[in-house]
């Protein structure tokens, strides 16, 4: 893997849409089709800016979601879940994948259903479902998310509060909305509810219910419909620099974490976190420069479990996927570091190495 394998070319998921796609989610076949038509649409808008929004270093972490088996409760599992949504915000990650194993599937009971007419989900469903409600806007989750027993206890949760969090009276050069089924009075396009007390409209004629990245350019006045541009949801960081939130992407195996990467070329650095990697001080840490760097955590029973149990991987040994296999937390008091903790730990100890990293690129 890694710079050894070449990596599956990116097709339509790239993470510069504008669209939010929950398709892993959708129990429905039909749903899931809708979803794809939408997409397509989408697609025309920010067909433009793919290729710039490609030339920005992205960081990319990937967990197992075998790690929600060991909660207690739904409630804990969410909590959980939560510390993992604000830890890769905290850290400006741009993607996250959650994998699937045998060994998460094979649920041990915890959190059983409390006879609601929706089950919740487990392992890596659940996962996918919890960081993507916590990553939109608080004024697009009653339209993007229907009722579901999973969502239960996220009321309880901490806010991300990252920069697309915006308030109804804040003003900013771009906003989070959802295309509306309403057609605009005065002119063509799309109506989008951007969390402001009126909807604005944008110039493109959109399906409903697409999530899109709407620049509201300077002109506050909001009496009359002033015709306003969706744009790539990297468009932001593009032009300000202002991190934007996470993607999440479902992975059946970790061998589909690398083999489906949204990224054109793939990612071109690949590390592994263990307790029994390589010790090596942050300070000392030289990474190459890089355009999609991913950091992956192993579940309950480490990465190599997950390598093990993936039949693609058969044969290969831990090491040889990854770049870099590193312990970031040597000399652990605890005979345990849970991956809720050890995604704080590893993200800061990668915060110096990936911001040297990111200079030498453009250097």
Not at 86 to 94: E, G, P, Q, S
Not at 213 to 237: E, I
Request: hydrophobic fraction near 35%.
């Amino acid at each position: 893997m890694g710079k050894k394998n070449k990596k599956r070319e990116a097709g339509t998921d790239s993470p510069a849409e504008t669209l939010t796609d929950l398709s892993p989610l959708n129990a429905a076949a039909s749903s899931h089709n809708k979803k794809k038509k939408q997409k397509t649409k989408a697609e025309k808008v920010t067909n433009g800016e793919t290729k710039k929004a490609d030339e920005i270093p992205t960081v990319t972490v990937a967990i197992a979601g075998s790690i929600v088996d060991n909660a207690q409760s739904l409630e804990l599992a969410t909590r959980l879940a939560g510390q993992i949504a604000r830890a890769v915000t905290i850290f400006r990650i741009d993607e996250v994948v959650v994998f699937d194993n045998k060994s998460s599937s094979r649920n041990n009971g915890a959190f059983s259903n409390q006879n609601n007419s929706n089950e919740s989900d487990r392992g890596a469903p659940f996962l996918v479902r919890i960081l993507q409600y916590l990553e939109t806007p608080q004024y697009l989750r009653k339209t993007l998310f229907p009722k579901h027993n999973t969502l239960r206890y996220v009321g309880m949760l901490p806010p991300l509060d990252a920069p697309h969090h915006l308030r109804k009276h804040e003003w900013a050069p771009y906003r989070e909305g959802v295309t509306l089924e309403e057609k605009p009075t005065s002119s063509v396009g799309t109506l989008v509810d951007v969390g402001l007390d009126k909807n604005v409209v944008v110039d493109q004629a959109l399906e409903p219910g697409i999530r899109v990245t709407v620049a509201m350019g300077t002109n506050q006045n909001m009496d009359y419909d002033l015709p306003r541009q969706v744009v790539s949801s990297s468009k932001p960081r593009e032009d300000t620099g202002t991190y934007w939130g996470y993607k999440v992407r479902y992975a059946s195996n970790i061998s589909s974490v690398f083999s489906d990467c949204p990224y054109k070329g793939g990612y071109d650095h690949l590390i592994g976190t263990s307790e029994h990697g390589l010790v090596v001080n942050s300070s000392q840490l030289n990474l190459p420069a890089f355009r999609h760097l991913l950091i992956a955590f192993g579940g309950l029973a480490g990465l190599e479990k997950s390598v093990d149990e993936d039949h693609k991987l058969k044969g290969k040994n831990v090491r040889d996927i990854f770049d870099l296999y590193l312990n970031t937390c040597p000399h652990q008091g605890s005979r345990t570091i849970r991956t809720e903790e050890a995604i704080l730990i590893s993200l800061q100890y990668f915060q110096e190495p990936v911001t040297r990293a990111m200079q030498r690129d453009v250097s």
